[in-house]
């Protein structure tokens, strides 16, 4: 049935002549709706959905519709005494009926499903200027890439305290380590950020050793250990701070402290280090109102290393390729196993998950763009490559 206001538009478009062509989208509009609440109705049949109650199967309604030009997004209610992670452990089904590229999240009472009409680009490429109009009062801007909504995703460190990134050779988990510090470099002066870099490699960070913004570039945990003795003692300080003035954070003190990023490379090989991994606990553990954050990296995610508090502190995971669902499932993005796009990742925050195309940024263009922000008596360092960099070429 039409609505008053749908007559009074096909009314005007009469007069005007139209009428026909406005018929025909506005047909084609509701005929569009009614396909895509009959194929979520299918999926919660065939998904098994529903609580019983007298014997009587009691599937979700659905509460809301909304389409745009990018998504469709479903509301619905989760039937009462219902587990909500029946939804999530079976996505598979949605992805059935809908196709891979969808988001879902589900509480105790609605659930939200999005639909993407449009897949992700198979490359991004990094630009600072495109980049910097998503940063608006972000204190930590972390770039993440493009999303199914064709945006750019950044989130602030400062509210999504510490991070993980996971993938195998070759996956772009460089890359995107590389946007990471080049954007935030360009964002904040060196009086403002401080880095402390850990590259047990030796493969990652030669490229920012000679920044204004980085105390060190560390190679082996003897090295490592007293810069972050000293961020110990500093977030000692920091706290007295917060207790003398009687805030929380130290972006409410009347001094301006730097924020200190702890990032490092293959952690894994300091999980022996029971020195260091203690002091990188503390830091996910209190960090956050200190101004002080870890980003963690390792090929292949390791169990023990991530068991505890460190794990459960480390709010945002990034999930490049994995070797197989067991990997995806300790880093906590599932699904990343089945990732096969250079670049591509799951993203998750917090409890919500979603899929990007991280930004692909060269050795090169990154010493370009950092030229500016090099420690004036250093001389320039020969250029490397890293896997991300090598399996795009020969895929090229």
Request: glycine share 6%; with cysteine; aromatic share 8%.
């Given at each position: 049935m039409l609505t008053l206001i749908g007559w009074t538009l096909i009314g005007s478009s009469v007069l005007a002549g139209s009428y026909p062509a406005f018929e025909s989208v506005f047909l084609k509009d509701k005929h569009k709706r009614r396909k895509l609440i009959a194929e979520l109705h299918k999926a919660f049949f065939h998904g098994d959905f529903f609580k019983k109650i007298n014997?009587?199967?009691?599937?979700?309604?659905?509460?809301?519709?909304?389409?745009?030009?990018?998504?469709?997004?479903?509301?619905?209610?989760?039937?009462?005494?219902?587990?909500?992670?029946?939804?999530?452990?079976?996505?598979?089904?949605?992805?059935?009926?809908?196709?891979?590229?969808?988001t879902l999240e589900v509480n105790e009472q609605r659930g939200i499903l999005q639909v993407y009409t449009k897949g992700l680009p198979s490359e991004f490429i990094y630009n600072y200027i495109n980049i910097q109009k998503y940063m608006q009062g972000m204190k930590l801007p972390i770039v993440c890439g493009r999303n199914l909504d064709g945006e750019t995703f950044l989130?602030?460190?400062?509210?999504?305290?510490?991070?993980?990134?996971?993938?195998?050779?070759?996956?772009?988990?460089?890359?995107?380590?590389?946007?990471?510090?080049?954007?935030?470099?360009?964002?904040?002066?060196?009086?403002?950020?401080?880095?402390?870099?850990?590259?047990?490699?030796?493969?990652?960070?030669?490229?920012?050793?000679?920044?204004?913004?980085?105390?060190?570039?560390?190679?082996?945990?003897?090295?490592?250990?007293?810069?972050?003795?000293?961020?110990?003692?500093?977030?000692?300080?920091?706290?007295?701070?917060?207790d003398e003035a009687g805030v929380n954070s130290i972006y409410d003190l009347k001094e301006k402290l730097s924020s200190i990023i702890v990032c490092i490379d293959e952690v894994v090989l300091l999980k022996k280090e029971t020195d260091i991994m203690d002091i990188l606990e503390e830091i996910s553990s209190i960090g956050r109102s200190l101004g002080v954050f870890i980003i963690l990296s390792m090929q292949r995610p390791d169990a023990k290393l991530l068991d505890g508090k460190l794990k459960v502190n480390l709010t945002v995971r990034m999930g490049f390729q994995t070797a197989d669902a067991t990997n995806s499932k300790i880093i906590g993005t599932p699904g990343a196993e089945k990732l096969n796009t250079p670049g591509r990742m799951i993203l998750k925050i917090n409890s919500s998950l979603?899929?990007?195309?991280?930004?692909?940024?060269?050795?090169?263009?990154?010493?370009?763009?950092?030229?500016?922000?090099?420690?004036?008596?250093?001389?320039?360092?020969p250029v490397q490559e890293d896997e991300y960099s090598t399996v795009r070429r020969l895929l090229h």
């Amino acid at each position: 049935m039409l609505t008053l206001i749908g007559w009074t538009l096909i009314g005007s478009s009469v007069l005007a002549g139209s009428y026909p062509a406005f018929e025909s989208v506005f047909l084609k509009d509701k005929h569009k709706r009614r396909k895509l609440i009959a194929e979520l109705h299918k999926a919660f049949f065939h998904g098994d959905f529903f609580k019983k109650i007298n014997n009587k199967p009691i599937y979700p309604s659905l509460l809301k519709i909304d389409q745009q030009e990018r998504r469709q997004s479903f509301v619905f209610s989760v039937p009462k005494g219902m587990n909500p992670e029946e939804f999530t452990n079976r996505v598979y089904v949605f992805k059935q009926h809908f196709g891979q590229y969808i988001t879902l999240e589900v509480n105790e009472q609605r659930g939200i499903l999005q639909v993407y009409t449009k897949g992700l680009p198979s490359e991004f490429i990094y630009n600072y200027i495109n980049i910097q109009k998503y940063m608006q009062g972000m204190k930590l801007p972390i770039v993440c890439g493009r999303n199914l909504d064709g945006e750019t995703f950044l989130f602030d460190l400062a509210k999504h305290p510490h991070i993980l990134i996971s993938g195998e050779t070759g996956s772009g988990k460089s890359s995107e380590i590389r946007s990471i510090v080049t954007t935030l470099i360009q964002t904040k002066p060196a009086t403002q950020l401080r880095f402390v870099l850990g590259d047990l490699k030796r493969s990652e960070f030669h490229l920012f050793k000679t920044m204004k913004h980085v105390d060190g570039v560390y190679h082996t945990a003897s090295e490592l250990l007293p810069a972050l003795k000293k961020i110990k003692k500093e977030m000692s300080k920091r706290g007295d701070l917060l207790d003398e003035a009687g805030v929380n954070s130290i972006y409410d003190l009347k001094e301006k402290l730097s924020s200190i990023i702890v990032c490092i490379d293959e952690v894994v090989l300091l999980k022996k280090e029971t020195d260091i991994m203690d002091i990188l606990e503390e830091i996910s553990s209190i960090g956050r109102s200190l101004g002080v954050f870890i980003i963690l990296s390792m090929q292949r995610p390791d169990a023990k290393l991530l068991d505890g508090k460190l794990k459960v502190n480390l709010t945002v995971r990034m999930g490049f390729q994995t070797a197989d669902a067991t990997n995806s499932k300790i880093i906590g993005t599932p699904g990343a196993e089945k990732l096969n796009t250079p670049g591509r990742m799951i993203l998750k925050i917090n409890s919500s998950l979603q899929e990007i195309q991280c930004p692909w940024l060269e050795n090169d263009m990154a010493r370009k763009l950092l030229q500016t922000f090099k420690r004036e008596e250093v001389l320039q360092e020969p250029v490397q490559e890293d896997e991300y960099s090598t399996v795009r070429r020969l895929l090229h």
